[in-house]
């Protein structure tokens, strides 16, 4: 196990640098946002741009990958993220924002698929388990602690632009200067919506409900913090409980969603959700730490449905199945996190700031409700022996995930 980690050491330091980059950009922005003026649309209307990005690097990247290699293409998104983020600081426009926030959604996708496609070869079924969750705990630790370096100083100021795009250009050199062979170039994204949908509606459907439920959050959560009356630190709490609660709740749910009907669990999850949703409103910034709790139980489900989604579609899909419907789902979540924060942000916009957390809610409810009306329509025939395990999957902060069509719920290479 320690000649495992030893083998990915330099490319965890690089993924943990990059993470504090990136959770530094993913909460300043939105802060920054505000104290320009723009209106919550507008500030979701920014967020589309970075989801549009992400959803198409998952399909170009694979290709500059096998024309010039993994490491020549890390180096160019690490530094397409470092120039995102000058931009930003260079041209305060929320149209100029929108397209910056792009070519950084599109930087982190591109990089998140060949940090993954380095871990896929260095894996076995043995280790497995273990160096994912060491690659879900570098993300986690970097995106709280980026956050907490915002409450250090002033999103008015240039200051923690420069900060953000040194640290993402100090993310490069673990990599760059590494002596361990580079993967073997990266498959080819193939993806069939309808057969996801003959295959399994439930995860077609939860697929659209998971990308609006993490991308908004990820996109406005930041921004709810602010309209309650939060400072910048307690901010950065709320999202460091939404990211733990998720981070914690993987695996119970997970080991639960193997032992019984997945759409049994969908359904706990969604009215576990509503609830959760319910008490975060019931609280306001002079109780911060009743919201924390609040937030870290919605967090705890917020983010599980979408490995539920692929799990599921893998029990019931043929192992030649399992990356074109993994690479499905991953585009319906997309589509997702594109339209979620706008909708969101139109709720909040005509209600305030609880608009976020109503979304948040009917999203719960709404996939607790198909689930429920799933189950009156096809009975569960899966076989336990046959049921796919649950793969663990921490989507990104900013309502994308660290899912690839690399690796599938079931643990298997394409």
Sequence with gaps: MISSLASIATLMLSTL??????????????IRSLAEGWSTLIISVIATGYTFGFTLSCIVTPIFVRRVGHVRVFGALVTLLTVSILLCSLVVEWWAWMIFR???????????????????????????????????????????????IVPLGDVNGPE????????????????????????????????????????????????????????????????????IGMNTAQGATLLAAFLAGGAISQVPIGRLSDRMDRRKVMIGAGLFGVGACLAMMAFDSNQPTAIYIAGFFVGAVLYPVYSLNVAHANDLAEPHEYVTLSSAIM??????????????????????????????????ALY???????????????????????????????????????????????
Excluded at 119 to 145: H, K, W
Excluded at 332 to 348: D, E, K
């Design 368 to 414: 607790a409700g198909y689930a429920a009306w799933r189950m009156t329509r096809r009975r569960s025939d899966i076989n336990m022996a046959d049921k796919t395990d649950f793969q663990a999957v921490m989507p990104s902060m900013q309502g994308a995930d660290a899912a690839s069509p690399l690796h599938d719920a079931s643990g298997e290479n394409d």
């Design 17 to 30: 640098l990059m993470m504090a980059g990136f959770g530094l950009m993913g909460y300043m922005l939105p």
């Design 331 to 364: 585009i319906l979540y997309g589509l997702g996190t594109v339209t979620g924060p706008i909708m969101a942000g139109s709720l909040m916009q005509a209600f305030g700031p609880n608009g976020l957390i109503w979304f948040l809610g009917t999203a719960f």
């Design 102 to 148: 792009g070519l950084s959604g599109f930087a982190i996708a591109g990089a998140y698929l060949l940090i993954e496609s380095w871990l896929n070869e260095r894996v076995t079924n043995e280790n497995r388990g273990a160096l994912f969750s060491v690659y879900m705990v570098t993300c986690l630790v970097g995106s709280i602690g980026g956050q907490y």
């Design 160 to 227: 923690l632009f420069i900060i953000c795009a040194l640290i993402f250009s100090v993310a490069l050199l673990p990599v760059a200067l590494s002596t361990a062979q580079s993967p073997s170039p990266i498959a080819e994204a193939r993806f069939d919506l309808k057969r996801l949908l003959r295959r399994s509606p439930i995860a077609f459907f939860g697929s659209l409900l998971s990308g609006a439920l993490s991308g908004t959050w990820g996109s406005l959560g930041g921004v709810y913090s602010q309209n």
